[in-house]
């Protein structure tokens, strides 16, 4: 099974590394990126399946970001990470694509807990598209056989 | 504003309600006066002058009349004729037919021998030679005499005449009846004391007066009236008696006699009495009317001036508030938001120490001892604190800003008992009852309805704290009330019989991170979030308490619709 590839979007470089650092040792694999520009940089390099995005960065915001990476990957799962206590901030990013939202000061179990959803969630759409296409396989060996040449 | 300010006030809008009224009034009626008391005393004075005028006419036309009637005697007759006593009776009778003022005729030669009489008394052959009507009657040819006594002793006047017929002279004398004459000056009557007598040139009456002065005395005024001068004069005098009278006068029988005609000051202006006391009548109600409403609108003026100086200082007073909290709050929100990446970040560090140490300890790397406990105690209680500040910054957030609220009518009837069965168990726990009395008139209200429930929640809690902290388990109970008031508003209060505000925490009660409670245990914040919410709706929200006895909240909401 395909292990979960996160990425970490924030623009405090200390969250970044001690984050990184908990992880890591929980066993996950980790990306960091301290601005939205870079996060997609490193998106079209690594294949990341979660993404956790701090919504308040000075040059390209969250939902900017969390626009421009639902553009290029759509299979991507983005959690927002919002300093507001409020959840309106949070339903912004949510109907803007975002699979779930985080408040700030979030205790890392609670981080791993939504990022694992998110895997999961991810996993399934997989899971659906190759269904879907081993049915256009049932269905027309021939074209897929057309298709491939 | 000062006491002070408004008594000076109200003196000055007095003194202007006041004398702006008054003073034209009082123009006007010294103009009014002015006017009315001229034309009435020339108006007295022009009658009395008509009158004097008219009488004095019919006196000399009386006079001249009798000396016609004479005369004509003389023309028609001769002194031989005239001798015979009888044909003298037939003259005397034709001239009573002419009018009944003849006493009686008399004939007199040259020498004032009266040769033939004709009348009640006994005169002929008397001789009146030496008299001074005879004297004068035989130089001027004709004579009016004054009242005199005569040899009869009564008082009357005679008319006489001379002629002269084939060089001899004869005399003709009639008597003229003083009593008729006497009525005929003396009927003239006008008002109480109007009068009209005859005086001759010495002032002694001719004809009587009525209030006083029989024929043939002196009149004791005589000297005041003007000596003889033609027309008609007019001219107020004291008389002897202490009255003040107003006099017309005028000369008659070529300056012989003067007529009289007078009346009391009193009397002859008597409507100028009363048209000062109508004036005065009016000066005194107008004045107490124009004084009474002065008054009146005045007070009413400073009233509704203090009025809309206190709901000014009420309504400026909740803008400051209002404006101060909302400054707060949003200082207190962007404050929290701030703090927020900081609390992650340690938040995050402590996660990491606590796993860090967690693998140390697996890995036997440390030795146990007391100073792991304390140092793993440590990591926890930063980790508890991480947590308080974070379930504050949380508050401070909502506080701050709550987003849009979901404007929906609300039913009070339906809201408060929901919002009761939140806290219904919280609440028996304690032993406290709550009593709902919502009345169901109670009006729609608009507004959030998870807002509401935040309200009534921090209320109920509020009261609960309270009453445990008095009561403990037993004996509490929270009243809500609500139902229309009846400016058209709805309103909720709740009371609890808890320990009460203290009158210098009442003052802050809706400032936000005002707390009474042990550190910790509130943020400060509930009451003044309800409180930016209930204003928020346009409604108000007001707080009455005594220490030990009771504590109620009082909402008041504006009505959907």
């Known amino acids: ?149 | 504003m000062e006491k002070n300010h408004y008594k000076s006030m109200r003196k000055n809008i007095l003194a202007s309600m006041v004398l702006v009224p008054v003073i034209p009034l009082l123009i006007i009626l010294a103009v009014g006066y002015y006017y009315f008391t001229t034309s009435i005393e020339s108006s007295t004075i022009a009658s009395m002058q008509r009158i004097v005028g008219d009488h004095c006419q019919m006196i000399e036309t009386f006079l001249n009349e009798r000396k016609a009637d004479l005369r004509l005697v003389c023309d028609s007759s001769s002194y031989h004729t005239l001798k015979d006593p009888e044909r003298l009776q037939e003259v005397f009778v034709n001239l009573q037919k002419g009018s009944n003022a003849f006493v009686d005729l008399g004939v007199f030669n040259g020498d004032g021998i009266h040769v033939a009489y004709y009348g009640p008394y006994q005169l002929t052959g008397r001789i009146y030679g030496e008299m001074e009507w005879f004297k004068e009657v035989i130089k001027k040819g004709y004579y009016i005499s004054d009242i005199f006594l005569g040899y009869r002793n009564i008082p009357h006047f005679i008319i006489a005449m001379a002629k002269v017929e084939d060089g001899e002279t004869w005399v003709i004398r009639a008597t003229i009846d003083t009593f008729m004459f006497n009525d005929l000056v003396k009927k003239f009557r006008i008002g109480k004391t109007g009068e009209s007598y005859i005086l001759n040139r010495d002032g002694i009456f001719q004809t009587e007066r009525r209030s006083g002065g029989s024929l043939m005395s002196e009149d004791p005024d005589h000297l005041k009236y003007p000596s003889h001068h033609s027309g008609i004069r007019t001219f107020l005098a004291n008389a002897e008696d202490g009255e003040k009278y107003l006099y017309a006068t005028i000369w008659l029988k070529e300056g012989d006699w003067i007529l009289v005609v007078r009346q009391q000051k009193e009397d002859a202006f008597k409507a100028l009495r009363s048209a000062s006391y109508l004036i005065v009548l009016i000066m005194v109600i107008a004045g107490v009317l124009i004084v009474g409403l002065a008054f009146y609108r005045t007070d009413r003026i400073i009233r509704q001036m203090e009025q809309m100086e206190a709901d000014r200082e009420n309504l400026s007073g909740q803008l400051i508030r209002a404006t101060r909290l909302a400054e707060l709050g949003e200082m207190a929100a962007g404050f929290a938001h701030e703090i927020n990446n900081p609390l992650q970040i340690i938040n995050n560090e402590q996660a990491l120490m606590m796993d860090i140490w967690a693998e140390l300890k697996e890995k036997g790397d440390l030795k146990g001892s007391e100073l792991m406990t304390d140092f793993e105690d440590s990591l926890n209680e930063i980790h508890i604190q991480i947590a308080r500040c974070t379930k504050i910054t949380q508050a401070i957030l909502k506080f701050g800003r709550q987003g849009e609220p979901v404007v929906k009518d609300i039913d009070l009837q339906r809201l408060l008992p929901e919002v009761v069965a939140m806290i219904d168990q919280k609440a028996s726990v304690h032993g406290i009852q709550i009593n709902q009395e919502i009345l169901s008139d109670t009006p729609f209200i608009r507004g959030d309805s998870g807002q509401l429930q935040q309200v009534f929640i921090n209320l109920f809690n509020n009261a609960i704290d309270a009453i445990t902290t008095r009561h403990g388990v037993s004996g509490g109970h929270i009243d809500i009330q609500a139902g229309p008031t009846e400016d058209g508003k709805a309103e909720v209060s709740v009371t609890d019989n808890g320990i009460g505000i203290s009158p210098e925490n009442l003052k802050k009660i809706f400032s936000p991170f005002f707390t009474t409670k042990p550190v910790g245990k509130g943020t400060g914040l509930g009451l003044s979030i309800c409180y930016g919410i209930i204003h928020d709706m346009g409604g108000t929200m007001e707080v009455r308490s005594e220490q030990g006895v009771s504590t109620t909240f009082t909402i008041r909401f504006p009505v959907a619709g």
Request: glycine share 6%; proline share 3%.
């Open chain 1, 1 to 149: 099974m395909e292990t979960m590839k996160m990425m970490l979007v924030d623009d405090e470089e200390r969250f970044l590394i001690t984050t990184e650092k908990l992880l890591s040792r929980k066993g996950y694999d980790i990306v960091t990126a301290g601005s939205g520009r870079e996060a997609l940089e490193k998106m079209r390099s690594q294949n990341v399946h979660v993404v956790i995005l701090d919504v308040k960065m000075p040059g390209m915001d969250g939902i900017e970001t969390l626009r421009a990476i639902k553009n290029e990957f759509p299979l991507v799962e983005v959690i927002m990470l919002t300093g507001h206590g409020t959840v309106e901030s949070a339903v912004d990013g949510l109907k803007a694509g975002a699979t779930d939202y985080l408040m700030k000061p979030t205790d890392v179990s609670d981080l791993i807990q939504k990022a694992e959803e998110a895997f999961e969630k991810r996993l399934r759409l997989e899971e659906k598209i190759r269904m879907a296409q081993s049915r256009r396989y049932m269905k027309s060996p021939r074209e897929i056989l057309r298709e491939e040449v």
